[in-house]
């Protein structure tokens, strides 16, 4: 088996989900959310707690379809160690990149 095998066999198996993943992910819609955090309280004294969940329920899964849309692109590209620039370069030329 060469290298090559061998990296392509190890990508193509199916992991379970851990709770790193949950945490990655709980991290991200973290880092979506951001700074609105703050004005949580302020907001539920005006419009009421319901408002507030009804909004964490929409927020969530735009984050985390977002974020996951922008990690796959990340690793889309052809070279693994390349960043963000050289894969929207390889996607959309030069003048996007």
């Known amino acids: 088996m060469s290298t090559t095998d061998s990296i392509v066999s190890s990508q193509t198996k199916q992991s379970s989900w ?9 991290g991200l819609f973290g880092t ?5 955090v703050l004005f949580f ?9 319901i408002p507030i969940l009804l909004m964490l ?10 974020h996951r849309a922008l990690a ?14 050289e894969t929207v370069e390889e996607h959309f030329g030069k003048r996007a990149g």
């Open 41 to 49: 309280p302020i907001r539920a004294g005006f419009g009421g707690l």
């Open 57 to 66: 329920v929409l927020a969530y899964p735009i984050a985390f379809y977002c």
């Open 72 to 85: 796959r692109l990340c690793l889309s590209g052809s070279n693994p160690s390349g960043n963000i620039t």
């Open 32 to 36: 979506a959310i951001g700074a609105g």
């Open 18 to 26: 851990r709770k790193s993943d949950t945490t990655w992910t709980l």
